[in-house]
């Protein structure tokens, strides 16, 4: 929308967890209104069971840009902050499981925040 406000009809997503941001020792506002934008508009898509769509971005966290990493299916949305748009999703999803593999090129990721956006809310 080109007034920063939400489509009409659009449901409000549902936050499943958030950490603190250890940058800004505070939820990420940056990355709440990302994951709001995007299960708004998700939610006037219809997806089927096997949507998945996955990407990066680089938010504005007061004075710094912050590169986060995201994901969402019809189970919901996930927004993983400060992490570099190289890292694959599967590694943020199971960081256990990246390290087991031999030769990984992806090390274990710590990200600086991480936010879940709750099912039911994307079709």
Do not use: K, Y
């Not at 659009?10 to 709440?32: I, K, Q």
């Not at 995201?70 to 189970?75: H, I, L, N, R």
């Not at 570099?84 to 600086?112: N, Y």
């Amino acid at each position: 929308m080109a007034d920063g406000g939400s489509p009409p009809g659009a449901r409000p997503f549902r936050v499943l967890g958030c950490s603190t941001c250890r940058h800004a020792d505070a939820p990420c506002r940056p990355g709440l209104a990302f994951l709001n934008r995007l299960c708004q508009a998700l939610a006037l898509a219809p997806v089927g069971a096997d949507f998945d769509i996955s990407g990066s971005a680089s938010l504005c966290c007061g004075t710094r840009l912050c590169p986060v990493v995201w994901c969402a299916t019809p189970e919901g949305a996930r927004l993983w902050g400060d992490v570099p748009p190289e890292v694959p999703v599967a590694a943020l999803l199971d960081p256990e499981q990246s390290e087991a593999l031999p030769g990984s090129l992806h090390p274990p990721v710590r990200a600086a925040a991480e936010i879940t956006a709750g099912p039911g809310l994307l079709h």
